[in-house]
């Protein structure tokens, strides 16, 4: 995230509420099949909590920032583009072999994805830039037609889904990656992801609406 070690943590405590949330409503709900989709915001408060810890200890030890970095990184490279195809597949289930495909698909690229600083450490920089953190790789999937693939993976599944709703979360984390690519380019992975932790406070508001949600996907 953006801005400072403090604006993560306050960040972090947000989405961990706003998890406690969404969780005990779909337990209090006769179908759970909305779990995957209700840890959303709990996934984004520890991705932004790893965050928060890499601003507190950016430049002290090298061989730190790199086991944070690679912390941050397995939410954002490797998780997301399996999770979110594979959370609407168990919740809507008229269209689950679309999501269940898509997660498969979204598992390899991903892997592949998060291979890389891994596998190429040396091509691998963290540091600041315009007040962000920048991670720096150097990899052939980390081009246009890259970013292009992980936000089919994030994104569209979501307007694939019945409900317009979801679809609702779709459009808002489309418009954050819009503006985190065009104002914020070089910090694109650790700007969209404060905009998409901000918006998993909508994940809170489909909890509320969970009756609504469910009869939609019928």
């Known amino acids: 995230m953006c801005f400072s070690a403090e604006a993560s943590f306050a960040a972090s405590a947000v989405l961990l509420v706003t998890a ?14 909305f779990m995957l989709l209700a840890l959303i915001p709990l996934l984004f408060g520890l991705q932004q909590l790893s965050e928060g810890f890499i601003w507190l200890y950016l ?5 730190l ?6 912390i941050f990184l397995f939410f954002a490279f490797l998780l997301w583009p399996v999770w979110v195809p594979l959370s609407l597949g ?9 999501f269940y495909i898509t997660a498969f698909f979204g598992l390899i690229f991903g892997c592949l994805l998060y291979a890389a600083p891994i596998f190429y450490k040396t091509r691998f920089d963290i540091h600041l830039c315009d007040h962000s953190i920048c991670y720096h790789l ?9 970013v292009a693939f992980y936000l089919f993976f994030t994104i569209v599944p979501f ?12 459009l808002l984390i489309g418009i954050s990656a819009l503006i985190s690519g065009i ?13 998409s932790a901000a ?12 009756k609504k949600v469910t009869q939609d996907t019928l």
């Open 59 to 63: 430049g002290q030890d090298g061989n």
């Open 20 to 33: 406690v949330y969404t969780i005990k409503k779909t337990l209090e709900s006769k179908d759970h099949s």
């Open 138 to 146: 150097s990899h052939p999937m980390l081009n246009p037609w890259g």
């Open 183 to 195: 104002f914020y380019t070089v910090a694109f992975t650790s700007v969209w992801c404060f905009f």
């Open 159 to 170: 307007f694939v889904a019945k409900s317009y709703i979801i679809k609702g979360l779709g």
């Open 65 to 70: 920032d790199y086991f944070l970095s690679l």
């Open 199 to 210: 918006i998993s406070i909508y994940v809170g508001y489909m909890a509320y609406r969970l």
């Open 90 to 98: 168990v919740f809507d289930h008229p269209r689950k072999k679309f």
